[in-house]
């Protein structure tokens, strides 16, 4: 396991990157709240969100993952937002994400995402909230129930060879 800093050691989370097209992010008690996979077949990479993360642990996360995507040369015009184990409520986040993160990433040419909706009631309410300010933003966008349909989207999306 590569033990490469992606995040300053002040941190709230602890990455662990298995290779440079995956890591996992841990949160200050240890439990696993993230994993990063990047497909470069599909210039894509896979956001899966376990648990609970606060609006600090996804900034960081976001942090980490850029720093590895320049460190490595990953470029993504896609991505799977997997959010169907997260658990909680998460508005905040969800509103750097949608007011900061995305409209920056989107001028360096982001196309598109997949959301994969959460089952937990509570993060399904923060979605649902969300949306209408996400589907403003200028890239394509899709809401759906399974990761097999988010998959089935981004194949869709595959770059000509």
Request: hydrophobic share 40%.
């Amino acid at each position: 396991m590569d033990t490469t800093q992606l995040t300053p050691a002040s941190s709230p989370v602890r990455i662990e990157r298995l290779s440079p097209t995956q890591f996992h992010a841990f949160n200050k008690i240890g439990d696993q709240i993230y994993e990063y996979t990047y497909l470069p077949e599909y210039l894509a990479h896979i956001n899966r969100w376990i648990g609970f993360a606060d609006l600090a642990e996804v900034k960081a996360i976001n942090h980490a993952l850029i720093q590895n995507a320049l460190q490595n040369k990953l470029y993504s015009k896609y991505s799977i937002s997997d959010f169907s184990q997260f658990a909680g409520g998460f508005l905040e986040a969800m509103e750097w994400l949608s007011n900061e993160l995305l409209p920056q990433i989107i001028q360096m040419g982001f196309k598109g995402d997949a959301v994969v909706k959460p089952t937990d009631f509570f993060a399904a309410l923060t979605i649902d909230d969300a949306r209408e300010q996400l589907t403003k933003l200028p890239y394509d966008q899709v809401f759906v129930d399974t990761f097999e349909q988010a998959m089935t989207w981004l194949v869709g999306k595959k770059r000509p060879v």
